[in-house]
């Protein structure tokens, strides 16, 4: 072949500025785009050969070879694959026939899943200038009699061709680095960057550095490999030591017979995966693979609570595995990582059009050779084929977890308190997957046992059903008149709940000595979720927290009005010596005379506090003190201490006795400002000095 010069078929000063900052926004993704590429080539060899029409030599091995040489600043990139003809190199390389950077995007933008650009030669190649002032090729096809071909070009505009020197069959492309792109010569970047994207591609990738001194390592003799270079042979004595025998006589006893061995020079260790675990049929692999592989792939040394994994042909094909994460507390990051592949090469991360936004809180692998990417791999076209994909996904995370529950309710249980935000807000984010897991949602309640909020309802239900019947008076008129009565709708069942244990501890007591029963809902992601309760159809329920109302189970009958002096009274006495003039108090019989005072909040009123401190978080600017108060103060008329002030109104430490009540009632319910729990230290220490003094 004569040497040949020309200019690229491609407008250059508008195809690069697409190339370097829109179409491939990570610079490193040129070394994806050249091993995907040398992959690609030998994919298509091994067809060749599977066809007959090619036959491997006995020493062929299928590999991408990446070289660095720092101080030549070059970076090469070998592949054993089909490689090309002049004819190829011409229609792939020099004939990347785009008119403009309009047309380039107008012809690209929507490529459908038939009609991929991803595999052709060209563009993923030109990837290389983003770092490269020079590029060159050399490459030999796999046709019989073929000639190489050398093919350099300078900042991708002008080339030269002619015949080559290359032996074997395949392509090597070498980029001569521009200055500031001379830190993809380190052997260690270089690395990292393999390692992200091609950890699992199908084929061997070898990572070297040029002058390297030589690296060796002892095996054993009977494991010597054909390809083994053998620097020497040698026996390695047998291991011996000194023992006490029977007799309590020392003598040498061998524990490692000799050994012939030999040193070679250090095998290469291939970068990528060409098997990953996600490939192979479920029935293959182990609890322990699955681990490891977590392991190897997130980092996570947290052993993962369980697995999905993915394995579907038809109508499209998807393989991967999606791992439950185990989650300490509610504080804990709950990002999670779900790195999808498109035939084992890296795409990114959390692509929301395929992974459903809940499923992002879980960490995992998805391979779709289906999905419709545009040119740069880095983003999905707009498709309806893609929705069916997150839709597969969804279905099969929410038949995990109804089998699970179904069939293995001990472990569902056990994993409860770490699955449950992922269930939750996947309920809250997704209508298929609620309607999937509605009856699979469970609560742990004061006995610490798990219960459905059907079966919360029963029991509710069954214990109303054993108190007597109140009767309407005015409907037993309309009866016996022979008049219709309304029909009244189903009053919703009050389902109580506790936020923090310790914290309402108080009122969990009550609830208990009362046989009454309340769910714990302590995640930050429940006050959304009951919202959500309270909407469905299925159960009508309202959620209520246990501090937001005092039960009449756990009040005792009494005179009405003399509960109301009582009121007017403390009331009184309590705004004064606390100096909160809006204060709403009640005196209350309770049942249990050791509670002298609790504070109760309007479950709407606590929401809307909820939800302003959410908008002031969210920078709202909103002014928080305008929310706060709306408690009520509960004072019990049978304890000692609330009947000493009834009895004490003008007394020397009434006012005092008022504080500490109020601020004992205000620690049940939550935690007191630093300034109330100084003064609140302060006055308990000033009570036990005057009990010292008496």
Not at 126 to 146: E, N
Not at 276 to 286: A, S, V
Request: hydrophobic share 35%.
């Amino acid at each position: 072949m004569q040497m040949e010069k020309g200019s690229l078929s491609i407008e250059s000063e508008n195809m690069f500025p697409i190339i370097k900052k829109w179409l491939y926004s990570d610079h490193d993704i040129f070394v994806r785009e050249l091993v995907s590429n040398g992959c690609d080539a030998i994919t298509k060899l091994k067809k060749l050969e599977v066809m007959g029409e090619y036959d491997f030599p006995e020493d062929y091995k299928a590999s991408v070879q990446v070289e660095v040489s720092p101080e030549h600043k070059t970076l090469s990139f070998t592949d054993t694959g089909i490689g090309m003809t002049e004819a190829e190199v011409k229609e792939y390389i020099n004939q990347v026939a785009f008119s403009g950077a309009t047309d380039f995007l107008e012809k690209y933008k929507d490529k459908t899943n038939e009609d991929q650009i991803i595999g052709h030669f060209g563009l993923g190649f030109y990837s290389a200038f983003m770092v490269a002032d020079k590029v060159t090729i050399d490459t030999l096809s796999w046709l019989k009699d073929a000639t190489p071909v050398h093919w350099e070009s300078e900042g991708g505009i002008n080339f030269e061709m002619s015949d080559g020197d290359k032996k074997e069959v395949g392509t090597k492309i070498t980029l001569y680095l521009s200055e500031d792109s001379v830190e993809f010569a380190n052997e260690y970047r270089i690395k990292e960057i393999i390692e992200k994207y091609c950890s699992f591609m199908p084929v061997n990738i070898y990572l070297s550095k040029e002058g390297a001194e030589q690296e060796y390592e002892t095996i054993d003799a009977a494991d010597i490999r054909e390809d083994d270079v053998v620097v020497e042979k040698f026996t390695e004595e047998a291991k011996t030591e000194k023992k006490e025998n029977e007799n309590g006589e020392k003598e040498t006893v061998e524990i490692s017979p000799a050994k012939e061995k030999a040193k070679i020079n250090k095998r290469p260790v291939s970068l990528s995966d060409t098997t990953p675990l996600w490939m192979k049929h479920p029935n293959e692999c182990t609890d322990e693979e699955y681990k490891s592989f977590y392991r190897k792939v997130f980092n996570d040394y947290k052993e993962p609570l369980f697995w999905i994994h993915l394995n579907m042909d038809y109508p499209f094909n998807l393989k991967g595995i999606l791992y439950f994460p185990k989650v300490n507390t509610q504080y804990d990051n709950l990002e999670g990582v779900i790195k999808l592949y498109n035939n084992q090469v890296f795409i990114a991360d959390n692509i929301k059009e395929v992974i459903p936004e809940f499923l992002m809180l879980l960490k995992g692998v998805i391979d779709c050779p289906d999905l419709p990417l545009n040119v740069s791999r880095s983003a999905l076209q707009n498709d309806g084929f893609v929705k069916k994909i997150s839709d597969y996904i969804t279905k099969k995370v929410a038949d995990k977890l109804s089998g699970m529950y179904k069939v293995d309710r001990e472990n569902y249980e056990k994993y409860w308190d770490d699955i449950s935000p992922f269930i939750k807000f996947g309920c809250l984010k997704d209508q298929k997957f609620q309607e999937k897991m509605k009856d699979f949602i469970i609560f742990k309640n004061l006995d610490d046992k798990f219960i459905t909020l059907p079966e919360y309802v029963e029991n509710v239900k069954g214990k109303e059903d054993e108190q007597p019947e109140v009767v309407d008076a005015e409907d037993v008129a309309k009866e016996e008149a022979g008049e219709e009565t309304e029909t009244k709708e189903e009053e919703p069942t009050t389902v109580y709940y506790v936020t923090d244990v310790q914290q309402q501890s108080q009122y969990i007591n009550l609830f208990k000595e009362q046989g009454m029963d309340a769910l714990i809902l302590a995640h930050t992601i429940d006050q959304p979720f009951i919202t959500q309760l309270e909407q469905s159809e299925d159960v009508k329920v309202h959620f209520q927290r246990i501090d937001s109302d005092i039960s009449d189970s756990m009040k005792e009958e009494g005179d009405e009005e003399t509960l109301k002096k009582q009121t007017e009274t403390l009331s009184d006495v309590f705004k004064k010596a606390l100096g909160k003039d809006q204060l709403e108090v009640q005196v209350q019989n309770l049942k249990n005379e050791n509670i002298s005072s609790m504070i109760t909040l309007s479950e709407e009123t606590r929401r809307m506090q909820d939800m302003m401190k959410m908008y002031s978080a969210g920078g709202m600017g909103m002014d928080m003190s305008m929310f706060g108060g709306g408690e009520t103060l509960i004072l019990n008329a049978n304890n000692a201490l609330v009947k000493y002030i009834l009895e004490n109104t003008e007394g020397e430490h009434v006012d005092m006795f008022c504080k500490q009540l109020y601020d004992l009632a205000m620690l049940a319910n939550k935690p007191l400002s630093a300034e109330e729990m100084t003064d609140f230290v302060a006055r308990s220490n000033e009570i036990m000095l005057l009990l010292t003094q008496e």
